[in-house]
């Protein structure tokens, strides 16, 4: 596609339950990042992929919280048993290195 | 570690004046430096980038940033601000030794008042 794309776009789930979000990334980007972000706030990072693999997780904000990339393109999040501060909007992007990042529109997520 | 420090929560400039958002950063190597926006509601979307070559890069909209080695800093500029360049603005730093990590500042809320 033209830009990277992600969805759902809007998603609300009960508590407990778990919930997956996608991301497909512009075709040939070797890098795949995961952030969030809470309203109005700055980016939180989460993940990040060269090719298939993640050097860094550092950011996932527990075991409850994965990711994966297969084929070096589509990507999904997985967060588990969600909670109340899972609430935000989760954005991914991809690049090719060392160029500039693109993001898609994000994944509201709101855990009630 | 790669870092980067947008030390202004918010600034905010009449319209017609210059604006200016400070960032500055920490990498281990040689920086590759990036300015996005975001209008309320809307995606993050690129501005402008310094790779290599000439300090003073140019970008979407006006805005122009100098890259500064010595005082690790990149700040982005407008000669003159517009209403509508009211938004949220974020730096970001790819170390050259690690060049798929992005780092992101914290991000400053420009106003720009009529």
């Known amino acids: 596609g033209a830009g990277v794309s992600q969805s759902p776009s809007n998603k609300v789930t009960e508590k407990g339950k778990d919930v997956e979000l996608r991301c497909d990334p512009i075709?040939?980007?070797?890098?795949l990042y995961w952030y969030r972000q809470s309203l109005g706030q700055g980016l939180e990072f989460l993940i990040y992929?060269?090719?298939?693999?993640?050097?860094?997780k550092s950011g996932l904000p527990s075991d409850r919280f994965s990711a994966e990339r297969t084929g070096g393109s589509v990507s999904t999040l997985t967060i588990q048993r969600t909670q109340q501060e899972d609430s935000a909007v989760y954005l991914c992007?991809?690049?090719?290195?060392?160029?500039?990042?693109?993001f898609g529109q994000g994944t509201r997520l709101t855990v009630v | 570690a790669q870092s980067v420090a947008q030390p202004e929560d918010q600034v905010n400039v009449a319209e017609g004046n210059p604006l200016t958002v400070k960032c500055t950063y920490s990498?281990?190597?040689?920086?590759?430096l990036f300015w996005y926006v975001q209008y309320p509601n809307r995606g993050l979307q690129f501005l402008l980038k310094?790779?290599?070559?000439?300090?003073l890069v140019k970008g979407s909209y006006g805005f122009e940033a100098e890259f500064n080695k010595s005082q690790t800093s990149f700040h982005l500029k407008k000669p003159s601000a517009l209403v509508s360049d009211s938004a949220l603005y974020f730096c970001?730093?790819?170390?050259?030794?690690?060049?798929?990590?992005?780092?992101f500042g914290a991000g400053t809320t420009v106003t720009v008042r009529a």
């Open positions: 992007a991809s690049s090719l290195v060392p160029s500039e990042a693109f």
């Open positions: 075709s040939g980007h070797t890098a």
């Open positions: 992929f060269q090719g298939n693999s993640a050097p860094d």
């Open positions: 990498v281990s190597g040689n920086p590759y």
């Open positions: 310094y790779i290599t070559g000439d300090n």
């Open positions: 970001a730093v790819r170390d050259k030794t690690n060049d798929y990590k992005l780092s």
